[in-house]
């Protein structure tokens, strides 16, 4: 079973494609799409709608995994990854791939048994599942990756 993981964002919306036997995680692709600020909302929302659909068309996910809006200490950027994420949900709802919603606080306490486990606590869970030493280093494709994870715990 195919499952891509997504940390949606306006800026950076990290992705990951995993593998999952029943048993194992395996990494096929991970990634990241990046809008450039100077662009107009409705623009970087585009931009984020095709890449996603490229990205859905190519891997052909089974399962979605994808970061639920909580809370926001950053009231600026709160609309703004909403908005993102609506067009991502689109996406995936286009596409009929079920999606499966997690909160951060679910994924680290699924990865960790820690809720308010710090990013390195994660990382190293991630590592730990996927059996790497290495992993890619923007946070944003990593928070894809665990989210992915913590599917593959939570609802499998």
Do not use: W
Not at 9 to 16: F, H, K, N, Q
Not at 65 to 84: D, G, R, W, Y
Request: with cysteine.
């Amino acid at each position: 079973m195919k499952i891509i993981g997504i940390d949606p964002g306006m800026a950076i919306v990290g992705y990951s494609i995993l593998d999952f036997d029943g048993e194992t995680p395996t990494l096929l692709h991970s990634g990241s799409i990046r809008t450039a600020k100077e662009k107009s909302e409705s623009a970087r929302l585009l931009e984020i709608f095709e890449d996603m659909t490229t990205i859905v068309e190519k891997y052909k996910p089974d399962i979605a995994s994808i970061e639920k809006l909580f809370f926001f200490k950053n009231q600026t950027t709160v609309m703004p990854v909403a908005h993102a994420r609506g067009v991502i949900l689109t996406v995936l709802e286009k596409s009929q791939i079920p999606i499966f919603e997690y909160t951060p606080m679910e994924v680290k306490q699924v990865l960790t048994g820690y809720g308010r486990a710090d990013k390195k606590e994660v990382q190293q869970m991630v590592k730990i599942a996927l059996n790497r030493d290495e992993l890619p280093k923007l946070d944003d494709t990593v928070d894809a990756i665990a989210i992915a994870i913590c599917h593959t715990r939570n609802c499998l």
